[in-house]
């Protein structure tokens, strides 16, 4: 793994201003905003496609350098999200164009695909070399899905669950889910309900149960049993995570 100490030099005229302004103001067609914000994030730049490969690389000595580069300018082009991120979604796509580079490039020679893991930590190259067809838009709902996730794990803390813990909880049959997911909604959709399950940190089972429709009423022991992930879920449905929405659609 690459250990590299990179300190961001930016301009008086820019340190206090957030980096979205300044990709607001180089999409908008500011030259000088834009080989500002380069040259500013150069170190960035290097270090994220580095983390990536698993070496150092040089401007003007690695092609690598110059695929980090071309991707940041494009990334200053397409990130349009109204909620912070962008360095997140750089990195993001300088990954992506990595990939892309390496497995063009793999015909000619031996790519190391095994310095791509998508399973190492959030410093290093996260993203599947198998998994190409990635839109500029899908890079942006990912980075935003992320921090959506973030703040859940967050609020789900404050219940005493993990993520792992709601993971290894999820109901492996799709009608017990989508009963549990039903129940999370009548907590999440009711004042009363929600309330009191957010002051005690408790689901209110028999109120709980005496709202769900005849059809689909199950035990208290059933609540009981699907608790962690009914609590994760009535926390995303009664939180702020639009990005999460697709994944908490409920059956009428």
């Known amino acids: 793994m690459v250990n590299a100490v990179l300190t961001l030099k930016l301009t008086n005229k820019t340190e206090h201003e957030p980096v979205e302004s300044r990709v607001a103001r180089a999409r908008d067609g500011d030259i000088q905003a834009r080989d500002d914000l380069i ?3 150069t170190p960035f730049i290097l270090k994220t496609a580095a983390s990536c490969v698993r070496r150092y690389v040089t401007l003007g000595e690695d092609d690598e350098a110059s695929v980090a580069l071309s991707a940041f300018n494009e990334a ?3 990130f349009k999200s109204s909620r912070p991120g962008f360095l997140a979604f750089a990195a993001t796509v300088i990954k992506r164009r990595l990939i892309d ?4 490039e793999a015909r000619q020679r031996e790519i190391p695909f095994s310095t791509l893991n998508p399973y190492e930590d959030r410093d290093n190259c996260q993203w ?3 998994s190409l067809s990635y839109s500029t838009l899908d890079w942006q709902e990912a980075v935003e899905r992320r921090d959506d996730i973030e703040n859940w794990k967050e609020v789900l803390k404050e219940f ?3 993520l792992r813990q709601v993971i290894s ?3 492996k049959h799709k009608d017990a889910r ?3 997911m039903l129940m999370a909604s009548i907590i999440a959709k009711n004042d009363e309900l929600r309330a009191g399950f957010f002051k005690t940190h ?5 109120e709980l149960l005496s709202l769900m429709p005849e059809k689909d009423r199950v035990s208290k022991k059933t609540v009981d049993r699907q608790k962690v992930y009914i609590t994760a879920v009535a926390i995303a449905m009664s939180g702020n995570y639009p990005s999460l929405e697709s994944f908490l659609e409920v059956s009428e």
């Open 178 to 180: 989508q009963r549990a």
């Open 76 to 78: 200053i082009d397409a």
């Open 39 to 41: 040259r500013d994030y």
């Open 160 to 162: 005493g669950l993990t």
């Open 101 to 104: 580079y390496y497995r063009k």
């Open 169 to 171: 909880s999820t109901p």
């Open 202 to 206: 408790q689901i209110p089972a028999d």
């Open 128 to 130: 599947d070399p198998s």
